[in-house]
Nanobody
Framework: QVQLVESGGGLVQAGGSLRLSCAAS????????MSWWRRATGGDRRFVAG???????NFGDSVRGRFTVSRDRAKNTLDLQMNGLKPEDTAVYYC???????????????WGSGTLVTVSS
């Protein structure tokens, strides 16, 4: 199994910064990709940022240039540094990992329980 622990959410004023952290723990799952997603109230879950197994970093259009993401493969962590926060960044942020169990080549994904980020205007 895979356990994901997210931390760092909270309340911040517009223009401020927050740093989210995701720590993955697993014994038999090979993590390939790690990413952050978010869901605003009443909205769909949307991609925020991630680092692929090949080391490629990508961002959602709405956060590019304001957010950065860093991955520590040895520790299975993914940090999201959010700068220049806007009220529209308010959402529950979810960590996602994708990979394989042992020799099973099926690509599987796991989600954290989410951490709330609230940006006040």
């Amino acid at each position: 199994q895979v356990q994901l622990v997210e931390s760092g959410g909270g309340l911040v004023q517009a223009g401020g910064s927050l740093r989210l952290s995701c720590a993955a723990s697993t014994s038999v799952f090979t993590i390939v990709d790690m990413s952050w997603w978010r869901r605003a109230t009443g909205g769909d879950r949307r991609f925020v940022a991630g680092v692929t197994g090949g080391g490629y970093t990508n961002f959602g259009d709405s956060v590019r240039g304001r957010f950065t993401v860093s991955r520590d493969r040895a520790k299975n962590t993914l940090d999201l540094q959010m700068n220049g926060l806007k009220p529209e960044d308010t959402a529950v942020y979810y960590c996602n990992v994708g990979g394989h169990h042992g020799d099973d080549e099926t690509y599987r994904q796991y989600w954290g329980s989410g951490t709330l980020v609230t940006v006040s205007s």
